[in-house]
């Protein structure tokens, strides 16, 4: 069983990592859509249960948390999402 799984086969991650700078028991996860359709919403599921989650940038900055039972992460065509994820 991988660490992260995503229910669509157009959204793939591209980066795990943990992060760089505020709370560092946090992971970042990257995710990009790779077809070039204009939104998909994927489900987002981990080996660990996800006690937060958070919508980032690309310096990894947090710009608004999310809800994580399910963590359903809206991307659009060939975007890259940042999110901060505590286990």
Same mark, same amino acid.
């Given at each position: 069983?991988? *660490? *992260?799984? /995503?229910?669509?086969?157009?959204?793939?991650?591209?980066? $795990?990592? @943990?992060?760089? *700078?505020?709370? @560092? +028991?946090?992971?970042? /996860? %990257? /995710?990009?859509? =790779?077809? #070039?359709?204009?939104?998909? @919403?994927?489900?987002? %599921? +981990? &080996?660990?249960? =996800?006690?937060? &989650? &958070?919508? #980032?940038?690309?310096?990894?900055? @947090?710009?608004?948390?999310?809800?994580? #039972?399910?963590?359903? $992460?809206?991307?659009? #065509?060939?975007?890259?999402?940042?999110?901060? /994820?505590? *286990?």
């Amino acid at each position: 069983e991988s *660490f *992260f799984a /995503l229910d669509k086969p157009n959204v793939m991650v591209v980066d $795990v990592k @943990r992060a760089d *700078f505020g709370n @560092r +028991s946090e992971y970042v /996860l %990257r /995710l990009q859509e =790779i077809a #070039g359709l204009p939104e998909t @919403r994927v489900t987002v %599921r +981990s &080996a660990f249960p =996800i006690k937060r &989650a &958070a919508r #980032g940038n690309l310096v990894e900055a @947090r710009v608004h948390d999310l809800p994580t #039972g399910p963590l359903v $992460v809206p991307v659009g #065509g060939h975007e890259t999402v940042t999110l901060r /994820l505590a *286990f």
